[in-house]
């Protein structure tokens, strides 16, 4: 079982950054594949980011390549995704995810076995 806590959402100004955290419990973190996902409203939930168990793999939605960031720390049981040059249309609520397995699948939501509760991500223009 895993459990896992996000933080550093908040409300912040279109062109700006900020860095999601996801704090998981367990002491298999290290043999997960993470990913981001987000849900704006009204909008069905969409994938946004993965990472492979080292670290080494990611993967991005088109629509955050190149101004998002995934990365994880094992030794702190923590993943992140450092955001930057934020949208109005990256307002969404922010959830992490974990995969029982080692290596990142295709970004679809079947593909994790637990989730965090989300975090609120709001972009104003």
């Known amino acids: 079982q895993v459990q896992l806590v996000e933080s550093g959402g908040g409300l912040v100004q279109a062109g700006g950054s900020l860095r999601l955290s996801c704090a998981a419990s367990?002491?298999?973190?290290?043999?997960?594949?993470m990913g981001w996902f987000r849900q704006a409203p009204g909008k069905a939930r969409e994938f946004v980011a993965a990472?492979?168990?080292?670290?080494?793999?990611?993967y991005y939605a088109d629509s955050v390549k190149g101004r998002f960031t995934i990365s994880r720390d094992n030794a702190k049981n923590t993943v992140y995704l450092q955001m930057h040059s934020l949208k109005p249309e990256d307002t969404a609520v922010y959830y992490c995810?974990?995969?029982?397995?080692?290596?990142?699948?295709?970004?679809?939501?079947?593909?994790?076995?637990?989730w965090g509760q989300g975090t609120q991500v709001t972009v104003s223009s």
């Open positions: 995810a974990a995969r029982a397995q080692r290596f990142i699948g295709m970004g679809y939501e079947r593909e994790y076995d637990y």
């Open positions: 367990g002491r298999t973190f290290s043999s997960y594949a």
């Open positions: 990472i492979s168990w080292s670290g080494y793999s990611t």
